[in-house]
């Protein structure tokens, strides 16, 4: 599932390939992923444009053009590529960018989010008036108001993109691992030092997974071993505990992580 180091990566595919490159026409193979507009719009609006720097909030990925904005959700598949315009396209590439240089191809299999057509920055502004905090940007101070006094399960808070944008499954399982949190508890429980600790982690984590351009499965890392039903922990060798919470797949050490 694309969380926010993928849609950064997703964005530095678009920044190194397609900044200034002029729109030649949009391809769209399957209408299922358009949300708000059509082809024919979609077409219309952005052909003989050029893309300018884009930006990434959340999980959202914003593609402009000094008029209209490309808006890009990626749900729990999709993908951004840079491809030659000669490459064979893939059974999944749902929404095809054709510029100058290249092909800009969004590809999404379950097609669960998509793309969005904001016609100014004002449309862009009402497509995200629900959207949380970027994770990455949030200053301490109001990470620590978000969580004070809250009375949700602090996985439930996390991952909820109205309250903070970015973060998924994976990061927040690897986060509350790291600070020996459980995740079913009261986010509002947490103390000043286990806030400061989620806040520092959160950080740290999320910058290494940006350089890596995805969420690393790394040694040493929660998320380096959650694939493996039988895997130990990697802090503590003991056995990891698998259930839900707030309707998602959840993994943590009951022994680092007591409730």
Known sequence: MPELPDVEGFRRVLAEHAV????????????????????AALDRALAGQRFTEPRRH??????????????????????LL???????????DRVIFR????????????????????????????????????ALSIGRGEFDALLTGARRRIKA?????SALAGLGNLLADELLWRVGVHPARPAGELSEDE??????EMRRVLRAAVRA???????????????ERDAPCPRCGGPLERTRTAGRSTVWCPRCQPR
Request: hydrophobic share 30%; glycine share 14%.
């Open 20 to 39: 200034d490159a002029r729109v030649r026409g949009v391809d769209v193979t399957d209408t299922g992923v358009l949300r708000g507009t059509t082809p």
């Open 58 to 79: 959340g999980k959202w990925l914003l593609a402009g053009t000094g008029g209209p904005t490309v808006v890009m959700h990626f749900g729990m598949t999709g993908s």
């Open 82 to 92: 840079w491809c030659a315009g000669d490459e064979p396209r893939h059974p999944h």
């Open 99 to 134: 510029l100058d240089r290249g092909e800009l191809r969004f590809r999404d299999s379950r097609k669960l989010q998509g793309i969005r057509l904001a016609e100014n920055d004002d449309a862009v502004d009402r497509l995200l008036a629900d959207t949380g905090p970027d």
């Open 157 to 161: 808070l996390l991952t909820d993109q």
């Open 195 to 200: 806030r400061a600790r989620l806040y520092d």
């Open 213 to 227: 351009g995805r969420v690393p499965p790394r040694e040493g890392w929660l998320t380096g071993v959650r694939d």
